[in-house]
Nanobody, 126 residues
Framework: QVQLVESGGGSVQAGGSLRLSCVVS????????MGWFRQAPGKEREFVAA?????????VVADSVKGRFSISRDNAKDTLYLQMNNLKPADTGTYYC??????????????????WGQGAQVTVSS
């Protein structure tokens, strides 16, 4: 059974930074494409960033966070990261990591991901 567990959420003031982590167990981490999604109160879940299982493929980052957020992975630690800098109140929400079996391509659609974490809360105050 594949499990994803996020950590690193919290409350920060605008302009601050947080780093989210997602540890994957029960599966073969380096065979998954990985992604981050977020859901603000009263809104639908949206794509944030994705990283391929293949190192040669450039990660994809949503325009709304480009230049502020970066995604990375450490296959030796079965861990996915999301570094979030210059946070804004609009970044407030629950952040989910997700894993996609690696036979397909890198995807920004949540429908293409097979496994999900329980979410980590990020609150940014002005």
């Amino acid at each position: 059974q594949v499990q994803l567990v996020e950590s690193g959420g919290g409350s920060v003031q605008a302009g601050g930074s947080l780093r989210l982590s997602c540890v994957v167990s029960g599966g073969t981490f380096n065979s998954y494409h990985m992604g981050w999604f977020r859901q603000a109160p009263g809104k639908e879940r949206e794509f944030v960033a994705a990283i391929s299982r293949w190192p040669a493929i450039t990660p994809v980052v949503a325009d709304s966070v480009k230049g502020r957020f970066s995604i990375s992975r450490d296959n030796a630690k079965d861990t996915l990261y999301l570094q979030m800098n210059n946070l804004k109140p609009a970044d407030t929400g629950t952040y989910y990591c997700a894993a996609r079996n690696g036979w397909g391509s890198l995807s920004t659609s949540e429908a293409n991901y097979d496994y999900w974490g329980q979410g980590a809360q990020v609150t940014v105050s002005s």
